[in-house]
Protein backbone atom coordinates (compact mmCIF):
# COMPACT_ATOMS: atom_id res chain seq x y z
CA UNK A 1 0.00 0.00 0.00
CA UNK A 2 2.78 2.45 0.88
CA UNK A 3 4.14 1.70 -2.31
CA UNK A 4 1.51 2.69 -4.53
CA UNK A 5 0.89 5.93 -2.41
CA UNK A 6 4.38 6.72 -3.01
CA UNK A 7 4.36 6.20 -6.64
CA UNK A 8 1.00 8.14 -7.17
CA UNK A 9 2.48 11.19 -5.37
CA UNK A 10 1.19 11.44 -2.18
CA UNK A 11 3.40 12.91 0.23
CA UNK A 12 5.53 10.55 3.16
CA UNK A 13 2.81 12.63 6.10
CA UNK A 14 -0.23 11.39 3.92
CA UNK A 15 1.03 8.37 3.71
CA UNK A 16 1.54 7.84 7.83
CA UNK A 17 -2.13 8.56 8.04
CA UNK A 18 -3.62 6.88 5.46
CA UNK A 19 -2.03 3.36 6.37
CA UNK A 20 -4.05 3.22 9.68
CA UNK A 21 -7.10 3.18 7.85
CA UNK A 22 -5.92 0.91 4.97
CA UNK A 23 -5.29 -1.88 7.89
CA UNK A 24 -8.28 -1.69 9.62
CA UNK A 25 -10.19 -1.72 6.00
CA UNK A 26 -8.23 -4.80 5.12
CA UNK A 27 -8.58 -6.45 8.68
CA UNK A 28 -12.48 -5.20 8.60
CA UNK A 29 -12.40 -7.20 4.62
CA UNK A 30 -11.49 -10.92 6.05
CA UNK A 31 -13.39 -10.53 9.17
CA UNK A 32 -16.97 -9.68 7.05
CA UNK A 33 -15.51 -12.54 4.65
CA UNK A 34 -15.16 -14.97 8.11
CA UNK A 35 -19.00 -13.56 9.49
CA UNK A 36 -20.72 -14.18 5.91
CA UNK A 37 -19.66 -17.99 6.30
CA UNK A 38 -21.06 -18.04 9.76
CA UNK A 39 -24.01 -16.80 8.75
CA UNK A 40 -24.40 -18.84 6.05
CA UNK A 41 -24.03 -22.13 8.03
CA UNK A 42 -26.19 -20.29 10.81
CA UNK A 43 -28.95 -18.23 8.56
CA UNK A 44 -30.15 -15.45 8.99
CA UNK A 45 -32.47 -15.73 12.40
CA UNK A 46 -31.76 -17.61 15.52
CA UNK A 47 -33.89 -19.77 17.33
CA UNK A 48 -33.82 -18.42 21.69
CA UNK A 49 -35.48 -19.92 24.79
CA UNK A 50 -35.03 -16.96 27.79
CA UNK A 51 -35.52 -20.14 30.03
CA UNK A 52 -38.65 -18.45 31.32
CA UNK A 53 -41.04 -20.04 28.92
CA UNK A 54 -40.71 -17.96 26.19
CA UNK A 55 -39.26 -19.05 23.01
CA UNK A 56 -39.08 -17.75 19.40
CA UNK A 57 -36.93 -16.57 16.68
CA UNK A 58 -35.03 -13.34 16.06
CA UNK A 59 -32.53 -12.12 13.78
CA UNK A 60 -28.95 -13.60 13.93
CA UNK A 61 -26.98 -11.47 16.11
CA UNK A 62 -23.91 -12.35 13.77
CA UNK A 63 -26.50 -10.56 11.19
CA UNK A 64 -26.52 -7.36 12.94
CA UNK A 65 -22.50 -7.21 13.71
CA UNK A 66 -22.02 -7.88 10.41
CA UNK A 67 -24.12 -4.85 9.19
CA UNK A 68 -22.22 -2.75 11.54
CA UNK A 69 -19.02 -3.91 10.36
CA UNK A 70 -20.00 -3.35 6.78
CA UNK A 71 -20.50 0.62 7.25
CA UNK A 72 -17.49 0.75 9.28
CA UNK A 73 -15.62 -0.79 5.89
CA UNK A 74 -17.62 1.27 3.55
CA UNK A 75 -16.71 4.65 5.55
CA UNK A 76 -13.25 3.29 5.67
CA UNK A 77 -12.60 2.81 2.01
CA UNK A 78 -14.37 5.92 0.65
CA UNK A 79 -11.71 7.69 3.18
CA UNK A 80 -8.84 5.78 0.67
CA UNK A 81 -10.99 6.58 -2.74
CA UNK A 82 -11.36 9.85 -2.15
CA UNK A 83 -7.54 10.09 -1.17
CA UNK A 84 -6.41 8.89 -4.40
CA UNK A 85 -4.60 11.16 -6.05
CA UNK A 86 -6.07 12.24 -9.59
CA UNK A 87 -3.02 11.14 -11.55
CA UNK A 88 -3.53 7.88 -10.31
CA UNK A 89 -6.51 7.54 -11.99
CA UNK A 90 -5.47 9.40 -15.34
CA UNK A 91 -2.64 6.81 -15.30
CA UNK A 92 -4.73 4.19 -14.32
CA UNK A 93 -7.54 5.21 -17.38
CA UNK A 94 -4.01 5.93 -19.80
CA UNK A 95 -3.10 2.32 -19.06
CA UNK A 96 -6.53 0.91 -19.88
CA UNK A 97 -6.61 -0.31 -16.42
CA UNK A 98 -10.08 -1.13 -14.26
CA UNK A 99 -10.69 2.35 -13.26
CA UNK A 100 -9.16 3.86 -9.81
CA UNK A 101 -11.84 2.82 -7.21
CA UNK A 102 -11.64 -0.62 -8.49
CA UNK A 103 -7.85 -0.51 -8.47
CA UNK A 104 -8.14 0.97 -5.10
CA UNK A 105 -10.52 -2.10 -4.33
CA UNK A 106 -8.58 -4.65 -5.90
CA UNK A 107 -5.39 -3.33 -3.28
CA UNK A 108 -7.62 -3.53 -0.47
CA UNK A 109 -9.27 -7.14 -1.41
CA UNK A 110 -5.53 -8.47 -2.37
CA UNK A 111 -3.85 -7.92 0.90
CA UNK A 112 -4.67 -10.34 3.58
CA UNK A 113 -2.78 -11.42 6.62
Sequence with gaps: MTRFWRESGV???KIDALTPVFDSVCWMQIK????????????????YDNGGGQTGIRE???FKAYEALWK?????????LAELPDN??????AAGQKT???TALALVLGRRK
Design 11 to 13: DAE
Design 100 to 102: APE
Design 60 to 62: NPA
Design 88 to 93: AKAAAA
Design 32 to 47: LEDARADIADDGLTAE
Design 72 to 80: SYCAGLQIL
